[in-house]
């Protein structure tokens, strides 16, 4: 079974600055089948990335995604008010069929 | 516009059963493969079960198997979770989700909660 562990788990940043995320496999995730999501309080997730790399539909340019094999990151160029929110990365392709990290919490600093 | 919308949730007492459905409109539910993934009270998201769109292949988490079923309608376009012999760790927001590109979840529906307790 992968393990995806992400850190760091609370990272406190203000509007305007660069957020880095990163999401750890404990096992090589197969062609790329890692996604990350956007989670506000009392919504649903919210597709951002998939395929490692590739913008959902209607995500703007600003969030990004790299990484392959082991190792990804989510990256936010410049934190928008409503970019505040918990991240997860979650694999697919292997069994489990898909599994989750534990998040991060991107608060307001 | 692609739509998703649980219902059945609710309060059930340890050991008893629930029907979670999920109604899915604005696309084609018939080509799409469909997950129930639950989220425990302030924790994160754990995936509970996968249905190809067929209905021919059917996956569980460890934590459900056994104890829960998944299945479709598609001439209803309606996913089902049966729930059996419910735990108090089973209490949660169970969300439906399709499945897309690379098997990311695209669209989900807003959830349906799930309290077993006595």
């Known amino acids: 079974e992968i393990v995806l562990t992400q850190s760091p788990g609370t990272l406190s940043l203000s509007p305007g600055e660069r957020a880095t995320l990163s999401c750890r496999a404990s096992?090589?995730?197969?062609?790329?089948?890692l996604a990350w999501y956007q989670q506000k309080p009392g919504q649903a997730p919210r597709l951002l990335i998939y395929?490692?790399?590739t913008r959902a539909t209607g995500i703007p340019d600003r969030f990004s995604g790299s990484g392959s094999g082991t190792d990804f990151t989510l990256t936010i160029s410049r934190l928008e008010p409503e970019d505040f929110a918990v991240y997860y990365c979650?694999?697919?392709?292997?069994?489990?069929?898909?599994?989750f990290g534990g998040g991060t919490k991107v608060e307001i600093k | 516009e692609v739509q998703l919308v649980e219902f059945g949730g609710g309060l059930v007492q340890p050991g008893g059963s629930l029907r979670l459905s999920c109604a899915a409109s604005?696309?084609?539910?018939?080509?799409?493969?469909m997950n129930w993934v639950r989220q425990a009270p302030g924790k994160g998201l754990e995936w509970v079960s996968y249905?190809?769109?067929?209905?021919?292949?059917?996956y569980y988490a460890d934590s459900v198997r056994g104890r829960f079923t998944i299945s479709r309608d598609n001439a209803k376009n309606s996913l089902y979770l049966q729930m059996n012999s419910l735990r108090a760790e089973d209490t949660g927001v169970y969300y439906c989700?399709?499945?897309?590109?690379?098997?990311?979840?695209?669209?989900w529906g807003q959830g349906t909660l799930v309290t077993v307790s006595s």
């Open positions: 989700a399709r499945d897309g590109y690379y098997q990311a979840a695209g669209y």
């Open positions: 604005g696309f084609t539910f018939s080509s799409y493969e």
């Open positions: 249905i190809s769109s067929s209905g021919i292949n059917i």
């Open positions: 096992q090589s995730v197969s062609s790329g089948y």
């Open positions: 395929g490692a790399s």
């Open positions: 979650q694999q697919s392709g292997s069994s489990p069929r898909l599994t």
